[in-house]
């Protein structure tokens, strides 16, 4: 090409020949093009991709490139140079003066393709002669033939992989189904993740405000899925290969979460965990590209984004930073059947799940909103479902003792309240044994007081005075004591709910904290309140220094109302706060 100015090749510090296979020049020419014209990035984006650039000067540039066109803001050197200079990478593309010697070139958009080409094959030479290294060196220590073959299999099923998906228009072709293999499939055997709120491959969000301790709930189900444990009373499973992106929590707070699950630096399976993570917005093409590349560096089969609010640039009311966040993001992933849990905060309303748009649901397979009732106690519904494979709800209990100043080692877990689902009995409606049935069926906890019981009885349209209310409480407040022992195999001595508080520091430190890395006002155990003065009974025989239960009006625990509680912790259990 005579108006086509070329590029010297840079030569090899030792005299020799380049190490590996690649052309500089074609190379700097496509940079000096894309650096002008977003036509010519996306004309030479469907030819290669980041990987395909040998020199990571260059590579830096095309990623930058990529980023302003993802934001929608048109390609410059002074642009590209000043995005370099805010990352703090300047020197790695000579101080910018490799940027200014590229962008005084400019090849036409045009051009731009045939040099992509030209790189497309020597990357794909080079990955030819990595392969031929390894060969070489798995030989050289005595490998065996099905390690050699092994090798082979990969490299041919990584090559084919690439060209079914990230190139020209053979990457479009393979979404079509081949109608024989799909029909063979059964979608239907399905296995599914330990814990069963989701299956390989599905992309879900789980839901909850502020302090339900959902990154508690998550970094625990993580911790035991990736190193093969059961969780939620389900059967342990190979371990799966996890990414999780944390922008939420600081190190000292996932440290501590983690050894009080029981974790340490030799058993942390096959976890990989990205605190802060420096990847640009996801609801982006560069930050697509980013969580890719990471995916494909760590060979993750689960993602998890910890919050996901923390990881967009767009609105969350704004329907398209959603779309956006799925199309350059979970299609990737969910395209090569990369599982993905996104962490979400609830909206102001309740009743509406998640904050911001309502897009929000529209792409995942599940959705699931966990509350804290109180007292450890939670609740994990699923409020959308795209397949309705699994369960729909889970009561649970989430477990936390202290070793003095810290959180006992593995004393900290979430468990399945286990609860009688059988069948209502031939009684007749309206009746005691009728309602504490139908209760049961509605997964009301049997150590729930009068207003809750109230309350459901309400929404489900039973009538049932006071007295009968507290005869029915009361019956299932003894089963509740009867089943106590089986909640758990181990003695917690310190776990919820129903426990007196002694979570507390020794040296008044943290005084509020609940649970590991929780602060002050997160649910679960009281923190112990100051001593008012007891409130005594005086009814009808009964002493008037035995002080009475609000609710069941019974005598409570004497020490227990002096710490200022005025209720049996069965009785309303969601307080868990003494009188003001």
């Known amino acids: 090409m005579e108006n086509v100015r070329h590029f010297p090749h840079q030569a090899d510090p030792d005299g020799l020949n ?10 700097a020419l496509v940079i000096s093009a894309v650096m002008h014209d977003a036509d010519a990035y996306n004309a030479c984006a469907a030819i290669i991709d980041r990987d395909d650039i040998y020199s ?24 590209i140079r000043a995005e370099i200079e805010r990352t703090g990478r300047l020197n790695e593309v000579d101080n910018g003066q490799l940027i200014y010697r590229l962008g005084a070139e400019y090849l036409p958009a045009s051009n731009a393709p045939h040099f992509a080409q030209q790189i497309y094959e020597k990357a794909r030479e080079r990955r030819y002669d990595a392969h031929a290294n390894a060969l070489k060196a798995a030989i050289g220590r005595g490998a065996s033939g099905d390690e050699l073959d092994a090798l082979l299999a990969d490299f041919h099923q990584g090559e084919q992989l690439r060209e079914s998906t990230g190139r020209g228009p053979s990457h479009l072709t393979a979404a079509l189904l081949d109608w024989g ?110 969580l890719l590349s990471l995916v494909k560096a760590t060979h993750a089969e689960l993602v998890v984004i910890d919050t996901v609010s923390r990881f967009i640039s767009g609105p969350e009311n704004d329907a398209d930073t959603w ?8 299609l990737p992933l969910k395209r090569d059947r990369i599982g993905s849990v996104r962490l979400d ?43 309705g494979i699994g369960p729909d709800q889970f009561s649970l209990v989430r477990q936390a003792r202290r070793d003095g100043d810290n959180w006992a080692h593995g004393g900290t877990r979430h468990i399945v ?26 997964n009301v906890p049997l150590d729930a007081g009068n207003r809750i019981v109230k309350g ?66 997160t649910p679960g155990t009281p923190s112990v309140p100051p001593s008012p003065p007891s409130r ?37 259990p969601t307080t868990g706060t003494p009188a003001a």
């Open 456 to 521: 459901k009885l309400a929404e489900l349209q039973i009538p049932a005075g006071s007295e009968k209310v507290a005869r029915i409480v009361k019956a299932r407040q003894a089963q509740a004591a009867q089943r106590s022992p089986e909640r758990s195999p181990d003695a917690f001595q310190e776990t919820f709910p129903g426990n007196v508080p002694r979570n507390g520091s020794r040296d008044g430190k943290d005084a509020g904290q609940t649970f590991p890395g929780n602060t002050e006002g």
């Open 323 to 330: 779309l956006s966040l799925y199309r350059h993001t979970l």
């Open 417 to 442: 309240m286990e609860w009688d689902t059988t069948d209502a009995p031939a009684a007749t409606p309206g009746s005691d044994e009728h309602i504490i049935a139908v209760l049961a069926q509605h």
């Open 181 to 290: 293999v799909f029909f063979a499939t059964d979608f239907g055997s399905v296995q599914l993740l330990p814990g069963k709120l989701m299956a390989p491959g599905q992309q879900i969000t789980v839901v909850g405000d502020g302090k339900a301790g959902k990154s508690l709930f998550a970094q625990e189900w993580m911790w035991r899925m990736a190193t093969g444990q059961s969780f939620l009373g389900d059967k342990p499973q190979d371990p799966v290969r996890i990414l999780y992106l944390d922008a939420e929590n600081g190190q000292e707070q996932v440290q501590e979460r983690f050894l009080s699950f029981g974790a340490g630096p030799r058993n942390m399976g096959q976890l990989a965990y990205a605190s802060f993570p420096p990847v640009r917005p996801l609801d982006t093409a560069g930050g697509g590209a980013d």
């Open 345 to 387: 905060h609830r909206g102001k309303d309740s009743e509406r799940g998640a904050r911001g748009s309502s897009a929000k649901t529209q792409d995942v397979d599940h959705v699931w909103e966990l509350s804290a009732l109180g007292g450890g106690a939670l609740t994990l519904k699923r409020t959308h479902t795209r397949t």
């Open 536 to 572: 005594r009974g005086d009814g009808e025989g009964t002493s008037p220094n035995k002080p009475l239960c609000d609710v069941c009006e019974t005598p409570i625990n004497p020490d227990w109302a002096a710490r200022g509680y005025t209720t049996h912790i069965g009785c309303d």
């Open 56 to 79: 990571p000067a260059l590579r830096l540039v095309w990623d930058t490139v990529a980023g302003l066109i993802a934001a929608g803001t048109p390609p410059h050197p002074a642009l």
């Open 18 to 27: 380049l190490r590996a296979p690649h052309d500089a020049e074609a190379e």
